[in-house]
Structures are given as structure tokens and as C-alpha cells.
């Protein structure tokens, strides 16, 4: 007799703020200010925020852990939890840990990739977030993406 495989989904609780559940998440600063610990990674990390139309948060996942200059952020591991969550908006952040938050040609490329990839689903790519040393850049607002 065969197997296959069987797909389990499970949350887990992530301690935050209670200023920080009761409003709508609608800024990069919202954003930067639950996950701003990630300044003090040793290695990239790539978390996505899923959130309703209504910019609420439904949950978040890090998608990738990577080495102290790279992790790969591969559209298709990032919009699967976004898929089965029904999420219709995401925030994708990462760090960079040995300094300042400025995105790389890199992180701007992978972020419009993602943006187009997730319109297919329509799934919008909110915002993009890099947190680096003492802060962040929102590359929406610097209107990369």
C-alpha cells in the first residue's frame, strides 16, 4: 500500500504590543514597529504579513532564513501561505544585517517580481520593507514598487 503526503496547516502565537492589534495596519512604521527585533538578526530573514482588504492582520510566516548577506524569497513560497490563508493584501519584510536598510537593485527587482506575481491571485503586494540598523525603508513610499 502507498502514501501520500498530507498538507498541515498550524499557528503559532507571536507576542506583540496591544497598540499594535487593535488598528488597522496601514503604515510601514506599523509594520517595522512588530517586527523591529529582526535589526538584531545575525542572518537575512524574510517575513510576509497576510492582512485582509481591510488591513487587518490574519498572520505572518517567515518564508525564508538565509546567510548574513542573502536569503532567497521565491514568489511562489511567499504567496503560498498568503493563498492559503485568503489573504488579499501581504507585507514582505527583511533584513539586512550587517547595516543600513537601503534596498538593493536585488531586493527592488524581487519586490516588483513578487507585486506581479501576486496580482495573477490577486493578492496585492502592499508595501516592502527592509529593516537595517536603528530603522527601515518602505520601498512603497519611496514609490519602487
Known amino acids: ?17 496591544d497598540d499594535l492589534l ?7 512604521e506599523q509594520a517595522y514597529r512588530l517586527f523591529k527585533e529582526m535589526e538584531n538578526d545575525v ?13 487587518e492582520i490574519i498572520s505572518f510566516e517567515v518564508v525564508s532564513i538565509g546567510t548574513q548577506t542573502y536569503a532567497i524569497a521565491d514568489p511562489v513560497e511567499i504567496l503560498r501561505g498568503a ?4 489573504a488579499s493584501k501581504i507585507i514582505i519584510l527583511h533584513n539586512h ?3 543600513s536598510p537601503e ?11 513578487l507585486k506581479e506575481k501576486g496580482a495573477v491571485l490577486n493578492i496585492e503586494l502592499r508595501d516592502a520593507i527592509v529593516i537595517g ?5 518602505s520601498l512603497a513610499e519611496r514609490e519602487l514598487i
Open 43 to 55: 542572518r537575512e530573514k524574510v517575513v510576509c504579513l497576510h492582512l485582509t482588504d481591510k488591513y
Open 83 to 86: 493563498v492559503l490563508v485568503q
Open 103 to 113: 534596498p538593493s537593485d536585488a531586493d527592488i527587482k524581487g519586490a516588483r517580481n
Open 133 to 137: 540598523d536603528g530603522g527601515f525603508v
Open 97 to 99: 544585517p550587517l547595516g
Open 22 to 28: 487593535h488598528e488597522a495596519l496601514e503604515s510601514a
Open 1 to 17: 500500500m502507498g502514501q501520500i503526503k498530507r498538507l498541515k496547516l498550524s499557528f503559532e502565537r507571536k507576542r506583540v504590543d
